[in-house]
């Protein structure tokens, strides 16, 4: 089983629509049993709390449904855990250093390394645009996908 932690923030914009989008994903291509999707944060600010509803909107648009979903926070249990821990941003990849360490299996990377784009992607609640980080998600999700082989 391929496991994954998508992490952001504050585990309610980015890292949820990755773990849903990406659950999604693998549903639609028939192979969810190979897999074990989730989501946390690098912050304590929004534990506890729902899928923001922007966000949560966006993937409804899309079918795609994130009911139950509560913020976590990363753990350095975490780093054992999951086989890759995939980061929206650079912020997140330094606040993570806390939980991995310097990444000694290489397990680290950034949701838009999987793309041609190497980039971050950008934090909607600070820039309100949900389509472009629908947009991004989809990309590096898909891009992860064709790197673990499946298509």
Known sequence: MIKILFVCHGNICRSPMAEFVMKDLIRKKGVSEKFEIASAATSTEELGNPVYPPAKKKLAEHGISCSGKTARRMTEADYSYYDYIIAMDRNNLRNMTRFVGNDPDKKV????????????????????DFQQTWE???????????????Q
Not at 109 to 128: I, K, N, Q
Not at 136 to 147: I, R
């Open 136 to 150: 991004d998600v989809n990309e590096g999700c898909l891009g992860l996908l064709k790197e673990l082989g499946v």
């Open 109 to 128: 990377s950034l949701l838009m390394e999987h793309t041609s784009t190497h980039r971050d992607v950008a934090d909607p609640w600070y820039t309100g």
